[in-house]
């Protein structure tokens, strides 16, 4: 049984030679950070949104595209000729409101209505005097739809803020983890190194061997640690791989020899905070679509105002007969003032139920989305200064753990010096050890929690990064 347990120790130690050996290809954050906002689906769908966006202003535009139309309509009966009515038409919608037209139509047969002409040519207009003359239905459409670009711009930013900040987390988390192995790894040897010695000195009888006992123990313990610490690399190694796609979509996993280079720390002051809650104010998603939202609403409120408003339409044609066996500019049957076909259209409800009741509602909405950008402009402001807070004090916290870290050293190489005069015990500089590697370790996830930190302050702040 000692035999396999000292074979599997072997194994354990070469796997674990193995790791340290490999860890060559350093892995750091600005690399990650690049091939997440390049090849992350989450980021690539994010910036579809913008196209989205492109699309519904192409729709909201079909609302002006010149219409061309024919229509053809026959009649025979008893092998009678009634008649053949071919009637086309080119629309042309402005900008400006006012529709123009063109038109041809030709009519056959000997029951035509006295009115019809055999052929016609129109060019004319229709202008909306009363209700549309400002706004209308596709204006209104079409410009809400340019405010919408923005909206789908700011919930773009929005997605990725959101999937930088936890694959911050899973990269710092990662990162932690194996600078904890390395530092438990580092206490396994000297545990290790201290029962070989001890074993061979209590062998020889200067020493006793309650002493080999002990540290046999203290490495079972660090061994145990050890092999914790193994698995948990490995799985936020794993946790970290669900950020890592190829620019085709493969996902992509962290190789086994990548390893984290060491951080350097990224100070924060007043300065800069000034400057997060700036840019918080101007450019944080949340803000932006809120106000996309009040401009559209200042839009569609502009709009329901119009509608009020009676509908009173004219429109006016200047016809002229066919030019197949006559003179193109005989006056009698060219395009003037004296050929024309003039209309109006009135229309006004008289109480106003429906337009003045989707006024209120806008009016309604509009207070809402001001007491929600209120609202959100002091949470936004408030996580910002919280989120620094914690940055600060992790700084302090780190500040302080690095000097009690080194004075723990100075301990342990005391209380080495004396044990090896003999006036120490093992117990006494395994404890000062654990400890001394137990506090290194707080500095390393102190950094992991300073780091983290940042990514919730650029988070908070509505962007990827501090700059």
Request: aromatic share 10%; no cysteine.
């Amino acid at each position: 049984m000692k035999k396999i347990k000292n074979i599997l120790n072997v194994i354990f130690l070469t796997l674990l030679a193995n790791i340290t050996l490999k860890a060559q290809t350093s892995f750091g954050y600005e690399d990650f950070k690049s091939l997440v906002l390049k090849n992350h689906p989450t980021v690539k769908q994010a910036n579809l949104y913008p196209n989205d966006a492109e699309a519904e202003i192409m729709q909201a535009k079909g609302a002006f595209d010149p219409k061309l139309s024919s229509n053809f309509d026959r009649k025979a009966f008893k092998g009678a000729d009634y008649y053949n009515r071919w009637e086309n038409a080119l629309k042309i919608p402005t900008w400006s409101g006012v529709d123009f037209k063109l038109g041809y139509e030709n009519r056959t047969g000997k029951n035509l209505l006295p009115e019809e002409s055999s052929q016609l040519f129109i060019a004319g207009l229709s202008l909306p005097i009363g209700q549309g003359l400002v706004i209308d239905a596709r204006r209104n459409t079409l410009k809400q739809a340019r405010l919408a670009k923005n909206y789908a711009e700011a919930e773009r930013q929005k997605l990725i803020n959101s999937t930088i900040y936890y694959a911050a987390k899973a990269y710092w988390e990662w990162w932690f983890s194996y600078q904890q192995l390395q530092l438990i790894k580092e206490g396994y040897d000297l545990a290790d190194k201290r029962f070989v010695a001890t074993r061979e000195r209590a062998r020889i009888g200067e020493q006793a061997t309650i002493d080999s006992v002990e540290a046999k123990i203290t490495l079972q313990d660090r061994q145990v640690a050890l092999e914790q610490a193994l698995i948990d690399l490995q799985n936020n190694r794993l946790a970290l791989s669900n950020y890592l796609w190829s620019a085709n979509e493969t996902p992509l996993e962290l190789p086994e020899d990548a390893t984290p280079p060491l951080a350097g720390i990224r100070k924060v002051d007043d300065t800069t905070l000034q400057s997060l809650i700036s840019q918080a104010k101007a450019q944080h998603p949340e803000i932006l679509k809120l106000n996309v939202k009040i401009d559209q609403l200042q839009i569609e409120e502009r709009f329901r105002k119009e509608m009020l408003k009676p509908i009173f339409n004219a429109n006016f044609n200047f016809i002229a007969d066919g030019f197949a066996s006559k003179a193109i500019y005989n006056y009698e049957n060219s395009f003037s003032t004296s050929n024309h076909k003039l209309g109006f259209e009135f229309v006004m409800p008289l109480f106003l139920r429906k337009e003045r009741g989707k006024l209120q509602q806008v009016r309604i909405k509009q207070q809402s989305t001001g007491f929600e950008l209120n609202l959100a402009r002091r949470e936004i402001m408030n996580e910002v200064y919280v989120a620094y807070n914690d940055v600060r004090n992790y700084e302090k916290q780190l500040k302080i753990q690095e000097d009690a870290t080194k004075n723990q050293e100075l301990l342990v190489k005391a209380e080495q010096r004396k044990f090896d005069i003999g006036e120490s015990t093992l117990f006494l500089i395994n404890s000062r050890e654990s400890k001394w590697i137990e506090m290194k370790t707080k500095v390393e996830s102190l950094k992991s929690k300073y780091e983290k930190a940042l990514a919730n302050l650029a988070y908070m702040s509505g962007l990827t990064e501090i700059l």
